[in-house]
């Protein structure tokens, strides 16, 4: 077979060939995927359910003197069904959840006491997503004695 010498002239249009089937094959392909499902507008807030000031907290869920922040931890009560105890965790997977009756809110007997903490960047989406929950009927202050 004889010997062919290509042109730089060749190389580049080879090149450039390549590169165009490269964009167009990327191309068809990113639309052809499926678009992400639009972000979920923000939870409904409650804060007639929230009985303390989230206005004390700081960006990080603290309050207190500069040298001196807590977090603080709350409690509320919902029904004693799994259900609704996996809802709650799906929400903060921090919040601790035991069968009634106790803490100072007054759960009963047929309620989980559950305590969550305010010492995470995201406390305000908590409380909210909690707060909007139909179960959910009131988040009070934990105060420890």
Do not use: H
């Not at 409904?44 to 303390?52: A, G, N, S």
């Not at 001196?68 to 069904?81: A, Q, R, T």
Request: net charge negative.
């Amino acid at each position: 077979m004889p010997k062919t010498n290509r042109s730089p002239l060749f190389q580049s249009d080879l090149i450039t060939t390549v590169t165009v089937v490269t964009l167009a094959l990327t191309f068809t392909l990113s639309c052809s995927q499926k678009k992400d499902a639009p972000t979920p507008a923000p939870p409904e807030c409650r804060p007639d359910k929230i009985t303390f000031s989230m206005e004390i907290l700081d960006d990080a869920g603290l309050t207190g003197p500069a040298d001196g922040k807590v977090s603080l931890d709350y409690e509320f009560c919902i029904p004693l069904d799994e259900q609704y105890r996996r809802e709650v965790r799906e929400v903060d997977s921090e919040i601790y959840c035991r069968r009634g009756p106790g803490m100072r809110i007054g759960c009963d007997a047929d309620q989980y006491a559950c305590l969550g903490n305010t010492g995470y960047q995201d406390y305000r989406r908590i409380l909210c997503e909690l707060s909007a929950k139909d179960y959910v009927t009131r988040i009070d202050r934990t105060w420890w004695e």
